[in-house]
């Protein structure tokens, strides 16, 4: 049995950070039916890349759940809605605040169909604030939450972290306060509204410039890829392409010094400790480029590796895509996707050993499941025929 087996989701959500997160869930077994604009369906239906017509962006986000096509503006596309609310357990959304509540569906009309659901907001601000009726993307979060001023090289341009981030956080976080919030209702028999905005989520995150302010008054800015509470912590360039190495603090410093054949740094009054290594950071990390510069990805391993010191080469996507390591994690799988065919999509990471994640089926196409998930919830070919005809499905 799934984990989530028995679990229904009403899913509203749109682009990435609400759909990433119901896939969490249909991975585990919760039937998840996804709620698209008739003859428009989700925006991540227009993202690249596309293969025969069809979007691989909207295919990977979207698997495991069950499609329906439907117009929510009209009064029949509302009850169908209050009619699969009243069965299930959860609803997810990511509009702009306040959406749903205008159309007659937002928490408070809901909850009097069905007291128990579990009513989850994503948005980019939050449901309250002086920013909540913002709409929202990850780069505008980025750039909002202080990420994308913390992310980049010193007297370079603020740079926005190449994944979707902001997305992703926000879709786990979310993902997470269902879980609790179910759990709760198991216990209790109650439901209640979640709010989980893409800017705590990002904020959440900064720890480190957080507390350099709010301890010591101090600002922090842009480091790169170094670390400004260790030394050395970085990546650097060597004879084939870059290579990450680092010590997650005091310990590991005379083994540092010994792989890089530089033994005499570790009496260099400058460099004992931690602190004062990351003081002289200008100082040290010049010295320790010139190692890593005879030498390549390959023999920076073998070397770093024997002394017992994290390291890793900066790996490019074709390289991974054939790691061993991917292979032996099961990252990569072959789905079918009704709408690009044939693909390797990217695994759950989350490894259940009793009930683990599946695979089940690829993302719907606009509609698909329509007429098969009205009939489940009662309705007859008659009235099913009925809505087609006044283009409510």
């Given at each position: 049995?799934?984990?989530?087996?028995?679990?229904?989701?009403?899913?509203?959500?749109?682009?990435?950070?609400?759909?990433?997160?119901?896939?969490?869930?249909?991975?585990?077994?919760?039937?998840?039916?996804?709620?698209?604009?008739?003859?428009?369906?989700?925006?991540?239906?227009?993202?690249?890349?596309?293969?025969?017509?069809?979007?691989?962006?909207?295919?990977?986000?979207?698997?495991?759940?069950?499609?329906?096509?439907?117009?929510?503006?009209?009064?029949?596309?509302?009850?169908?809605?209050?009619r699969m609310v009243k069965d299930a357990d959860i609803v997810v959304e990511?509009?702009?605040?306040?959406?749903?509540?205008?159309?007659?569906?937002?928490?408070?009309?809901?909850?009097?169909?069905?007291?128990?659901?579990?009513?989850?907001?994503?948005?980019?601000?939050?449901?309250?604030?002086?920013?909540?009726?913002?709409?929202?993307?990850?780069?505008?979060?980025?750039?909002?939450?202080?990420?994308?001023?913390?992310?980049?090289?010193?007297?370079?341009?603020?740079?926005?972290?190449?994944?979707?981030?902001?997305?992703?956080?926000?879709?786990?976080?979310?993902?997470?306060?269902?879980?609790?919030?179910?759990?709760?209702?198991?216990?209790?028999?109650?439901?209640?509204?979640?709010?989980?905005?893409?800017?705590?989520?990002?904020?959440?995150?900064?720890?480190?410039?957080?507390?350099?302010?709010?301890?010591?008054?101090?600002?922090?800015?842009?480091?790169?890829?170094?670390?400004?509470?260790?030394?050395?912590?970085?990546?650097?360039?060597?004879?084939?392409?870059?290579?990450?190495?680092?010590?997650?603090?005091?310990?590991?410093?005379?083994?540092?010094?010994?792989?890089?054949?530089?033994?005499?740094?570790?009496?260099?009054?400058?460099?004992?400790?931690?602190?004062?290594?990351?003081?002289?950071?200008?100082?040290?990390?010049?010295?320790?480029?010139?190692?890593?510069?005879?030498?390549?990805?390959?023999?920076?391993?073998?070397?770093?590796?024997?002394?017992?010191?994290?390291?890793?080469?900066?790996?490019?996507?074709?390289?991974?895509?054939?790691?061993?390591?991917?292979?032996?994690?099961?990252?990569?799988?072959?789905?079918?996707?009704?709408?690009?065919?044939?693909?390797?999509?990217?695994?759950?990471?989350?490894?259940?050993?009793?009930?683990?994640?599946?695979?089940?089926?690829?993302?719907?196409?606009l509609g698909q499941d329509t007429e098969k998930v009205l009939k489940a919830?009662?309705?007859?070919?008659?009235?099913?025929?009925?809505?087609?005809?006044?283009?409510?499905?």
């Amino acid at each position: 049995m799934k984990v989530l087996e028995g679990v229904t989701v009403i899913d509203f959500t749109q682009a990435y950070s609400g759909p990433f997160c119901t896939m969490q869930l249909a991975d585990f077994g919760a039937r998840v039916i996804k709620i698209e604009r008739r003859g428009l369906g989700d925006q991540s239906r227009e993202w690249t890349p596309f293969k025969d017509g069809q979007s691989g962006y909207y295919a990977a986000i979207n698997r495991n759940k069950e499609g329906v096509s439907l117009d929510i503006n009209t009064e029949e596309g509302k009850e169908i809605i209050k009619r699969m609310v009243k069965d299930a357990d959860i609803v997810v959304e990511n509009f702009k605040v306040g959406t749903l509540d205008k159309m007659g569906l937002g928490y408070e009309e809901l909850k009097k169909v069905n007291p128990e659901i579990i009513f989850a907001s994503i948005s980019g601000f939050g449901q309250n604030g002086p920013l909540k009726d913002l709409a929202a993307y990850d780069n505008v979060v980025q750039a909002m939450s202080g990420l994308m001023e913390m992310t980049g090289f010193p007297d370079d341009v603020p740079t926005k972290v190449g994944p979707a981030i902001g997305d992703n956080f926000t879709g786990l976080n979310m993902c997470f306060a269902i879980l609790m919030a179910y759990f709760n209702k198991l216990n209790t028999g109650k439901g209640q509204r979640l709010d989980v905005a893409m800017m705590d989520a990002i904020f959440g995150i900064l720890e480190s410039p957080i507390l350099f302010k709010t301890l010591l008054n101090e600002d922090s800015s842009r480091v790169g890829n170094s670390d400004v509470t260790l030394v050395p912590y970085d990546v650097y360039p060597c004879k084939d392409g870059y290579f990450s190495a680092g010590l997650p603090g005091e310990a590991g410093w005379d083994r540092f010094c010994a792989a890089i054949e530089m033994p005499e740094l570790i009496e260099d009054p400058r460099l004992i400790t931690n602190d004062l290594r990351c003081q002289h950071y200008a100082v040290v990390t010049p010295i320790i480029t010139e190692f890593f510069l005879k030498k390549t990805k390959a023999e920076l391993a073998e070397i770093f590796t024997s002394y017992k010191i994290p390291n890793a080469p900066v790996s490019t996507i074709p390289e991974l895509i054939h790691h061993p390591q991917i292979a032996a994690r099961e990252m990569l799988v072959e789905m079918v996707d009704p709408g690009v065919g044939k693909y390797l999509a990217i695994n759950n990471p989350m490894k259940l050993d009793k009930t683990p994640a599946v695979m089940a089926f690829g993302a719907p196409l606009l509609g698909q499941d329509t007429e098969k998930v009205l009939k489940a919830f009662g309705y007859t070919d008659e009235q099913i025929k009925a809505f087609a005809e006044k283009e409510v499905i």
